[in-house]
């Protein structure tokens, strides 16, 4: 106590600050809060650097890094700082399924500047779970950049899917990336390459960036969506390549606030909302933008696909300043989505479609149909608005042409194909004479 005393006292008479500051420095602590707080708010906070090669990590692409990974994620997340863990440049890293959850303490970003591979033999997921490779769950405020690779080594799993060999089982395979329950999250300047199904998966997650994601997988891969979003709110996908053999974007279940810009799209299916319905599912979608898209050699442009049977809404979606090139259904509504191999029944209930909007969308169709807006005739589809549309056939031999089944709306501006939407006006008269033809059948 008076040793604490006698060197404060003589601190204060010396007025070497600092070097009292030093020899005293845990008796102090509290007095040196103010000051440490003001130099925090003034310096960008230190970082603190994990190299996935200081837990074992060889990156000889041979060697099985999972637990080098696990390892420096364990360390990662349970950091009191803001942590980078670095996957270096010029190594190839061979990581089986891994489970990366949270949540963590502090702000994390995993640097993929490197390559990281999956096994190329599916019977390594034995004993896991066979949708997920790299599976981050429950994070916020995760940074995944680098501009590294993600190869998903997905050419074995196509081999063996139903679709390719129709004697096989129709069974789900990995996807590169699923982030479940992820919050505040940025993927940026990544490549993912080759997945054994969907590349990047969001799955309940709010408030996530995507930027400089570049997604490569031939076109004859079954199944490989680009980015697939599920019962999830707030994401932007900005600046982003996605060439695969399924749809570029695709959003179902309970998905709002989804924004899309500046994305080229194709080969691939396009970009999808839906499937929606399946299974007699009940499933909203909402405030959904795609602006400035370019899509190119694709089955499908930008399209709303359900099932029958299923209940639920689309609306306020916008589709504006789309270039389609050689795309075969350049703008589909397709109420009647059947993807399993006999066809399905049909039914009254559906997924309702209101308030969708194609404005500005130009450029070229592979088929006669280039707009198809084909609803349910127990539900219609409500105020689609068609603006501004030039879509020509592709090897310009021809006229296009639109296809409307209970499809309701109005179109403005220049469109063609010329437009096939019923008046809404007729919609509402339409309902009252439906009204009346029951009433009548029961007097
Ligand atoms: C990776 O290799 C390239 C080409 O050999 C070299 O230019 C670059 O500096 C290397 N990067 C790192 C981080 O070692
Ligand atoms: C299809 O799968 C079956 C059973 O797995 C296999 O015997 C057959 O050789 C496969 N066919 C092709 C063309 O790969
Ligand atoms: C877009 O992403 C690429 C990487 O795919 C990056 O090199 C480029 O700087 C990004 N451009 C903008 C404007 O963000
Ligand atoms: C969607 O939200 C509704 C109502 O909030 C809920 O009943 C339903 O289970 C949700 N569906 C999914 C797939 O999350
Ligand atoms: C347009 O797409 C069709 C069918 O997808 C394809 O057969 C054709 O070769 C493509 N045309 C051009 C000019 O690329
Ligand atoms: C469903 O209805 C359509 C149109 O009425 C009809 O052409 C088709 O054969 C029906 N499909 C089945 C599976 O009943
Ligand atoms: C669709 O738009 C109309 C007119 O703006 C509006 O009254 C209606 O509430 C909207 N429907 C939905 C589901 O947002």
Same mark, same amino acid.
């Given at each position: 106590m008076s040793y604490y005393y006698g060197s404060f006292i003589t601190c204060l008479l010396l007025v070497v600050f600092s070097l009292c500051l030093t020899a005293n420095a845990n008796s102090f602590d509290s007095l040196l809060q103010l000051p440490r707080r003001l130099s925090h708010s003034t310096r960008p906070r230190p970082e603190r650097l994990l190299h996935v090669g200081n837990f +074992? /990590?060889?990156?000889? +692409?041979? #060697?099985?890094?999972t637990k080098a990974f696990a390892d420096s994620w364990k360390t990662a997340c349970s950091s009191k700082v803001k942590t980078r863990i670095l996957v270096p440049a010029n190594y190839t890293y061979l990581v089986r399924p891994i489970d990366l959850s949270g949540p963590c303490k502090a702000r994390l970003t995993l640097q993929i500047s490197g390559t990281i591979i999956a096994p190329?033999?599916?019977? /390594?997921?034995e004993g896991f779970?066979?949708?997920?490779?790299l599976y981050f769950h429950g994070v916020s405020r995760l940074t995944v950049e680098g501009g590294g690779t993600v190869n998903g080594m997905g050419q074995e799993w196509w081999r063996r899917s139903c679709k390719h060999n129709h004697s096989n089982p129709c069974r789900g395979a990995p996807t590169a990336l699923t982030f479940h329950k992820c919050k505040n999250m940025r993927v940026e300047n990544l490549n993912v390459i080759d997945?054994?199904?969907?590349h990047v998966a969001l799955t309940s997650c709010r408030r996530v960036t995507i930027s400089g994601l570049k997604v490569i997988a031939p076109? #004859?891969?079954?199944?490989?969506?680009?980015i697939h979003i599920s019962v999830s709110r707030g994401i932007v996908i900005d600046n982003t390549t996605v060439s695969t053999g399924d749809d570029c974007v695709s959003i179902v279940k309970n998905s709002s606030q989804i924004s899309i810009s500046n994305i080229v799209c194709g080969? +691939?299916?396009?970009?999808?909302?839906? @499937?929606?319905?399946?299974?007699?599912s009940w499933e909203e979608v909402k405030d959904i933008t795609v602006d400035t898209a370019f899509i190119s050699d694709?089955?499908?442009g930008v399209r709303i696909k359900t099932w029958q049977g299923g209940s639920g809404l689309v609306s306020k979606v916008i589709f504006r300043n789309i270039e389609m090139n050689n795309?075969?259904?350049?703008i589909i509504i397709d109420q009647y989505y059947c993807d399993s191999r006999k066809p399905c029944a049909n039914q009254t209930s559906a997924v309702s479609i209101e308030n969708i909007s194609f404005a500005n969308v130009r450029g070229t169709s /592979? @088929?006669?149909? /280039?707009i198809k807006i084909s609803c349910s005739d127990s539900s219609p589809c409500r105020n689609i608005l068609l603006q501004d549309i030039d879509l020509e056939l592709s090897n310009g031999d021809g006229l296009t042409e639109s296809f409307c089944w209970e499809a309701y709306g109005s179109s403005s501006g220049q469109v063609y194909p010329p437009p096939c939407l019923s008046d809404e006006t007729s919609f509402l008269e339409q309902s009252v004479l439906d009204q009346s033809d029951i009433t009548s059948a029961y007097l």
């Open positions: +074992g /990590a060889k990156g000889n +692409g041979l #060697t099985d890094d190329n033999d599916p019977d /390594a997921w779970n066979p949708r997920k490779w997945s054994q199904q969907m076109s #004859t891969s079954p199944n490989t969506d680009g080969p +691939g299916h396009g970009i999808s909302i839906g @499937s929606l319905g399946k299974s007699k694709t089955e499908n795309v075969s259904n350049p /592979a @088929s006669k149909e /280039a």
